[in-house]
């Protein structure tokens, strides 16, 4: 292999597949970034085995061929080079890839390309998506997958398209989040559960245009040329619609800024009292309050448009302000039933998403 290309435009690669790069000592390839020079361009691929990333970046090839080197070790090198032209060149005998730019050389050793897992970029075919849409539903339900491995089926994003549209939910038990995009003339309709690693990799590449293909037990979402895949996880997601109260006795819409800058000045002491806030909704306002028995209180009112008030609940201060992070509305709908019942929060005014939050005890 021997190829040219601009440094920012190497960096720039690297910096996007090197995340999916792993760090399983017990197999050192996952570590490694397979850079390859065939047609006229030049790929980069990484993988840890669950999702893998590809991307392209323009270059001059002028000698085929492929080589893997530590993914960490030339994203540094790269970074630390000028902003000049990059020659590369790969030793076959020793998988070693030699680098120039102005003053600064270098040998990296590596492995053979064809060690190197195949990560799969066919994405002909599929369904076509508004990326801004799809983005905003997966910040919307990324937050309510569970961090906890004990259930494998709760650390992804429920990704269904069918007749009406798609929707994506996401649920940790303590919490859930569903978003419903209206879509017309799904071809193929589906249903799969995506890692939520995954699914965060796609909202930090922002793209333009999204591509989706399911086949066999991955996903393939082709972003503007960067190709991300993801092995799928196994099993049927619950049914949300069972959770999401059908109905509610008291109703709040509250100002999303001050709603959002109350909780801050309540989590404080919130977060040394298992991160409980209290919900106080009277007449014409919310009362926010937490209490630690090490540091204090603190309590805000919020104005507030309520409906039926005279309601005590808590709720995680976390869990709420990870709802009011990824609402880009005014206004924001609390509705609630009882103190023990779950609350359901929405932005005003859009009814595709819909956030359901479990209350905690409230100690008197």
């Known amino acids: 292999m021997k190829v040219q290309c601009l440094q920012e435009n190497l960096e ?66 790269v970074k630390a080079f000028p902003r000049e ?53 997966v910040r919307q339900t990324a937050i309510s997958a569970a961090m906890d491995e004990a259930r494998p089926i709760l ?42 690693k995954a699914m965060r990799e796609l909202v930090s590449l922002a793209p333009e245009s999204i591509r989706v293909q399911v086949e066999n037990n991955r996903v393939i979402f082709d972003l503007d040329g960067t190709v991300l895949t993801s092995q799928l996880i196994d099993g049927r997601f619950p049914d949300y619609n069972q959770i999401v109260p059908e109905s509610h006795t ?39 309050s937490a209490r630690s028995a090490e540091t204090g209180d603190g309590t805000v009112t919020v104005p507030a448009v309520v409906e039926n008030p005279s309601i005590e609940i808590a709720f995680n201060v976390t869990y709420l302000l990870h709802f009011l992070a990824v609402v880009d509305t005014p206004n924001v709908v609390l509705d609630l039933t009882t103190p023990s019942s779950p609350g359901t929060l929405r932005p005003e005014g859009d009814s595709g998403f819909t956030y359901v939050i479990m209350p905690m005890h409230l100690g008197k």
């Open 85 to 137: 032209r990059v020659d590369m060149e790969v030793d076959e005998k020793t998988a070693t890839l030699a680098l120039v730019c102005s003053t600064h050389t270098a040998h990296v050793k590596g492995m053979t390309a064809g060690e190197f897992p195949v990560i799969p970029t066919h994405t002909d075919g599929g369904m076509e998506l508004q990326a801004g849409d799809l983005v905003a539903a």
């Open 12 to 77: 720039h690669g690297l910096n996007i597949v090197k995340r999916a790069a792993s760090n399983r000592v017990t197999l050192p390839i996952l570590e490694h970034v397979l850079i390859q020079a065939d047609d006229g361009r030049l790929r980069l691929s990484a993988t840890d085995l669950e999702i893998g990333l590809t991307t392209t970046v323009g270059a001059k090839v002028e000698e085929q061929g492929g080589v893997t080197v530590p993914a960490r070790t030339l994203g540094d090198l």
């Open 250 to 288: 008291t109703r709040a819409v509250l100002p999303k800024a001050q709603f959002e800058q109350a909780l801050r000045a309540v989590a404080i002491f919130a977060r040394d009292a298992t991160d409980i806030v209290k919900l106080d909704v009277r007449a014409d306002d919310v009362q926010l």
């Open 155 to 196: 650390t992804g994003v429920l990704f269904k398209a069918g007749d009406d549209g798609i929707t994506l939910a996401a649920a940790d038990g303590f919490r859930l989040s569903v978003s419903r995009m209206a879509l017309q003339g799904i071809l193929d309709p589906f249903e799969i559960i995506v890692p939520v």
